[in-house]
């Protein structure tokens, strides 16, 4: 049985009508930039998030940006990250003048340690970018206590935690704003790059959408000089006739969760993710921590199941980070992990047929 590790064309063929709709009426109208599908995914969004402001953009690395130059975070200002993440959540920071720096993870939860973030804090730190890595939150109370008691702005990456949530309150509405990432791949996926900011705060929400539209919210009028990254027509169409089905696919994701947990609960050669008290995990990612690692995905391969690594390297260890001279024992925990973390295929189109099918040859694979 082939299993692959996402599976774009299935989500595609379950809802083809509709997609080839949007599609069709975006072209028909030329709206391709601005209009008004834009402004309707960004109120539909706004209405299922329970959050006053969505302002689209052009992807999720620029929504980091966006939101760190309006709330002023510049030269000698530093940012705390985790040391595991995508590149965006600390590019972003680089971009604007400050300086990334990394704090270690959690052995189980894979996100950002809160119990390592307070020994990071300087007199130049502005702000905590926690990623909810995997669909799975952060301890948001703790992180946003530390925020408080030291005056730093909280920004939310939700990339990878659509629809999230931590004692009831849904990722990406702790701090001052969250920002989100619609590529392809993610919970909510676009056919491009796509993403959004998501914020309460009225005077921040006006200037984030006037600095991603060239600093201008009427055209020829610039406040300032800003960016061009605008959420497309077409990208908010197809976000628009998905969203009704987001929450349907995050319940069968959440399925094959427990599937594989079911399945694999016997193999102690393997640490299953474990799920933080008082959370929705979404699950964009499962990763377990394996023994053998490397053999087992070699293995997994070889009976067409397709696995990957997120992420292959932590982000201070990466060639870009160089200059940060870290050393192994600066992330013990991200060191310790990026040998044994492997993510199995996770995406609401696959049977349980599959998950049984990939516990099976991982037990086969341990028993030889
Ligand atoms: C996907 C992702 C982003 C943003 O990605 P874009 O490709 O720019 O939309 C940011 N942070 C994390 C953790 C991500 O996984």
């Keep these: 049985m082939k299993v692959p590790f996402a599976d774009l064309k299935a989500q595609y063929f379950s809802i083809k009508n509709e997609i080839d709709a949007a599609i069709a009426k975006v072209i028909d109208e030329t709206a391709f930039i601005g209009g008004h599908f834009v402004k309707d995914f960004e109120e539909k969004f706004g209405k299922a998030y329970g959050v006053k402001h969505v302002i689209g953009c052009g992807n999720g690395t620029d929504t ?43 052995p ?72 989100f990432s ?24 006006e200037k984030c959408k006037m600095y991603a539209r060239h600093g201008a919210l009427i055209k020829h009028q610039h406040q300032m000089e800003g960016i061009n990254s605008r959420l497309d027509g077409m990208q908010a169409a197809i976000l628009e006739a998905k969203l009704p089905y987001v929450m349907e696919w995050t319940e069968k994701r959440i399925a094959h969760a427990n599937s594989y947990c079911k399945y694999l609960s016997d ?24 023994q053998k690692r490397n053999d087992l995905m070699q293995f997994l391969k070889e009976n067409e199941i397709e696995t990957s690594l997120h992420y292959p390297t932590p982000l201070p260890y990466l060639p870009a980070y160089k200059y940060l001279n870290h050393s192994p024992a600066d992330f013990p925990v991200a060191t310790l992990l990026q040998k044994e973390i492997l993510s199995l295929p996770m995406y609401a189109e696959m049977t349980e047929e599959m998950s049984v099918f990939v516990a099976d040859k991982i037990r086969e694979f341990y028993k030889k």
């Design 108 to 179: 189980y939860y894979f996100s950002i340690d809160e119990s390592k973030l307070e020994e990071k804090i300087t007199s130049k730190t502005k702000a905590i970018i926690p990623v909810h890595l995997q669909g799975q939150m952060c301890d948001m109370e703790k992180i946003k206590a530390i925020c408080e008691k030291h005056k730093l702005f909280l920004i939310e990456d939700c990339a990878q935690a659509h629809f999230s949530e931590f004692n009831g309150l849904k990722a990406g509405l702790f701090g001052i704003a969250g920002s």
């Design 267 to 290: 193999v102690n050669e393997i640490i299953l993710p474990k799920v933080r008290p008082n959370s929705k995990h979404t699950y964009h990612l499962y990763v377990i921590r394996a």
């Design 64 to 106: 980091l940006y966006v939101l760190m130059k309006m709330l002023g975070i510049g030269n000698g200002d530093e940012v705390i990250t985790p040391a595991n993440s995508w590149i965006s959540s600390s590019e972003s920071i680089t971009q604007t003048g400050a300086k990334p720096v990394f704090a270690d993870v959690h």
């Design 182 to 205: 619609f590529y392809p791949g993610k919970n909510l996926g676009a056919y491009g790059d796509a993403g959004c900011i998501i914020t309460n705060d009225d005077s921040l929400a």
